[in-house]
C-alpha cells in the first residue's frame, strides 16, 4: 500500500506523528464504453462553453455560481485556506463507541506510525481499546475538512470520516406515523424465523455474484476468440499519452506553424481584433 496523506494525531499535548492508507478498494471489473459499430474508444472532451475550444485538466479551475454571478477559486485560492494547509489530525472528544451511529460512516483509512518510536501510537491504541471509546477527531483531506471516528480494528488505528449532521437526511413516512398492530403470535413466529437464519457474521462466506460471473463471461469470450487486438485498435496508451485534449493542441499549432510558413501569419494578425471585439458569452453554468 502506499500513503495517500501524512501528518499527526494530537490529543491534549501528545503528538503521535502517522501514515494514512485508504483501507478499503473496489474489485468491480473495470468497463469503458465502445462504439457498437466499429469497437472504437469512447472518449470525452472538456470544451468551454465560451469560446468552445477543449481545455486541458491544467488549466481548469472550479466555480461557485449563485445564479447571477460567478466567482472563480484557483488551486492557490483553495490552497491558502487555513484548514487546507493543517497536518494534524486533532481529536476534539472521547464518546463512548455505541453513540457513534452507523449510518454516518464514510470511507476507511488506516493509520500507520511514522516515527522511530511508536509508543505515542501505542499508548492511543491501548487507552482506547482499554475505555471502550472512540475518539472524535477533524482533519483536512483534499481540499475538505473532515470528521472522523478513530477506533481499533486488528490492531491498527483506523480512522472512519463520517457525514455531518446536515448530510443525513430524516426519515418521514407518513405510512408509518400511524401505530402498527402486531399480534403476540405473530411476534412468536417471526422471533423463531430469525432464530432459525441465525449464525455468526463471516464476510468471507459472501461473494459479489455479479463481479465473479462477469470474469467468467469475459474469459469465455476470450477463450472463443471473441476480441480485437487493442494496440491495434486503439493504439497504443503511452504512445499516444491517452489524452484527446494534447492531440487537439498538437494539430491546432501545426495549423497555426503551416498557415505562417504560407504567409498567412498577416492575414490571422488582422483578423484578431474582429475576434476580440466579439462579445462574450456568460454561462450560468457553474464549470
Same mark, same amino acid.
Given at each position: 500500500?502506499?500513503?495517500?496523506?501524512?501528518?499527526?494525531?494530537?490529543?491534549? *499535548?501528545?503528538?503521535?506523528?502517522?501514515?494514512?492508507?485508504?483501507?478499503? &478498494?473496489?474489485?468491480? =471489473?473495470?468497463?469503458?464504453?465502445?462504439?457498437?459499430?466499429?469497437?472504437?474508444? %469512447?472518449?470525452?472532451?472538456?470544451?468551454?462553453?465560451?469560446? /468552445?475550444?477543449?481545455?486541458?485538466?491544467?488549466?481548469?479551475?472550479? +466555480?461557485?455560481?449563485? /445564479?447571477?454571478?460567478? =466567482?472563480?477559486?484557483?488551486?492557490?485560492? !483553495? @490552497?491558502? !485556506?487555513?484548514?487546507?494547509?493543517?497536518?494534524? %489530525?486533532?481529536?476534539?472528544?472521547?464518546?463512548? $463507541?455505541?453513540?457513534?451511529?452507523?449510518? $454516518?460512516?464514510?470511507?476507511?483509512?488506516?493509520?500507520?506510525?511514522?516515527?522511530?518510536?511508536?509508543?505515542?501510537? /501505542? !499508548?492511543?491504541?491501548?487507552?482506547? #481499546?482499554?475505555?471502550?471509546?472512540? +475518539?472524535?477527531?477533524?482533519?483536512?483531506?483534499?481540499?475538505?475538512?473532515?470528521?472522523?471516528?478513530?477506533?481499533?480494528?486488528?490492531?491498527?488505528?483506523?480512522?472512519? $470520516?463520517?457525514?455531518?449532521?446536515?448530510?443525513?437526511?430524516?426519515?418521514?413516512?407518513?405510512?408509518?406515523?400511524?401505530?402498527?398492530?402486531?399480534?403476540?403470535?405473530?411476534?412468536?413466529?417471526?422471533?423463531?424465523?430469525?432464530?432459525?437464519?441465525?449464525?455468526?457474521?463471516?464476510? #468471507? &462466506?459472501?461473494?459479489?455474484?455479479?463481479? @465473479?460471473? *462477469?470474469?467468467?463471461?469475459?474469459?469465455?469470450? !476470450?477463450?472463443?476468440?471473441?476480441?480485437?487486438?487493442?494496440?491495434?485498435?486503439?493504439?497504443? #496508451?503511452?504512445?499516444?499519452?491517452?489524452?484527446?485534449?494534447?492531440?487537439? &493542441?498538437?494539430?491546432? +499549432?501545426?495549423? #497555426?506553424?503551416?498557415?505562417?510558413?504560407?504567409?498567412?501569419?498577416?492575414?490571422?494578425?488582422?483578423?484578431?481584433?474582429?475576434?476580440?471585439?466579439?462579445?462574450?458569452?456568460?454561462? @450560468?453554468?457553474?464549470?
Amino acid at each position: 500500500m502506499r500513503s495517500i496523506w501524512k501528518g499527526a494525531l494530537t490529543f491534549g *499535548l501528545v503528538n503521535v506523528p502517522v501514515k494514512v492508507y485508504a483501507a478499503t &478498494e473496489d474489485h468491480d =471489473v473495470s468497463l469503458h464504453q465502445v462504439h457498437a459499430a466499429d469497437g472504437g474508444r %469512447i472518449r470525452y472532451q472538456r470544451k468551454c462553453e465560451v469560446c /468552445g475550444e477543449v481545455v486541458a485538466y491544467r488549466d481548469i479551475d472550479k +466555480a461557485f455560481d449563485d /445564479g447571477e454571478r460567478t =466567482v472563480v477559486l484557483t488551486d492557490d485560492d !483553495l @490552497k491558502s !485556506l487555513p484548514s487546507e494547509r493543517s497536518r494534524e %489530525i486533532e481529536v476534539v472528544e472521547f464518546v463512548p $463507541t455505541e453513540q457513534v451511529d452507523p449510518i $454516518t460512516f464514510d470511507r476507511a483509512y488506516y493509520l500507520e506510525p511514522d516515527s522511530a518510536s511508536p509508543k505515542s501510537y /501505542g !499508548l492511543l491504541r491501548e487507552t482506547l #481499546e482499554r475505555t471502550d471509546r472512540t +475518539a472524535i477527531v477533524r482533519f483536512s483531506l483534499r481540499q475538505k475538512t473532515r470528521l472522523a471516528a478513530l477506533r481499533v480494528r486488528d490492531g491498527v488505528l483506523m480512522l472512519q $470520516t463520517l457525514l455531518w449532521a446536515d448530510e443525513v437526511r430524516q426519515a418521514s413516512f407518513p405510512a408509518l406515523e400511524d401505530p402498527i398492530k402486531v399480534s403476540e403470535k405473530e411476534l412468536e413466529l417471526a422471533e423463531s424465523l430469525v432464530e432459525s437464519y441465525s449464525s455468526d457474521f463471516d464476510p #468471507e &462466506e459472501y461473494v459479489d455474484e455479479y463481479q @465473479k460471473e *462477469l470474469r467468467t463471461l469475459i474469459e469465455a469470450k !476470450l477463450e472463443k476468440g471473441d476480441a480485437v487486438d487493442t494496440e491495434a485498435t486503439f493504439g497504443a #496508451e503511452e504512445e499516444k499519452g491517452g489524452e484527446v485534449i494534447d492531440l487537439m &493542441e498538437a494539430l491546432r +499549432a501545426s495549423v #497555426e506553424r503551416s498557415r505562417a510558413a504560407r504567409g498567412g501569419k498577416k492575414e490571422a494578425e488582422e483578423a484578431e481584433p474582429e475576434k476580440e471585439a466579439k462579445p462574450r458569452k456568460r454561462s @450560468k453554468k457553474a464549470s
